[in-house]
């Protein structure tokens, strides 16, 4: 399985690659490879980043794109982003979820060791991601 996890970070998507099974996999920190110009929300360039958005999802075979939200204090270029992102998920037929990032640092901080057997720190430093 191939899953696209992406996260909203001022004016950038922060997306990072995963490849394989739960116990076999790899993680490809792709940085941040899409943004629109910081502090401009305008449609013109929302509309531009999704069909940059479009054009790197049809450049891989994505099983699914996995979404970190932003919670209810969000700005509006954030939840602008996010919907561009879902929106085009949704047109190409690619399944994607959603987590708040409230719920991303608890299943990090409580679920994950007992889930995996594994420190989550330790995973982060050996695929040296960012926090």
């Known amino acids: 399985m191939k899953v696209l996890s992406i996260e909203i970070m001022s004016n950038s998507a922060g997306m990072l690659l995963i490849e394989g099974r739960q116990n076999t996999f790899s993680v490809t920190n792709l940085g941040k490879l899409l943004a629109i110009p910081k502090e401009d929300t305008s449609i013109k360039n929302m509309v531009e980043f999704q069909t940059n958005f479009s054009n790197y999802l049809q450049s891989q075979t994505v099983d ?16 602008r982003m996010e919907f561009s ?11 994607f979820i959603t987590y708040p990032t409230g719920s991303c640092t608890r299943l990090i901080n409580f ?6 057997n594994r420190v989550f720190l330790d995973d982060l430093k050996a695929f040296k ?3």
């Open 129 to 131: 991601l960012p926090k």
């Open 64 to 79: 699914r794109v996995v979404l970190c939200e932003g919670g209810n204090d969000s700005k509006k270029m954030r939840v």
């Open 85 to 95: 992102v879902l929106s085009e998920c949704e047109k190409q037929s690619i399944e």
């Open 111 to 116: 679920s994950y060791k007992k889930e995996t």
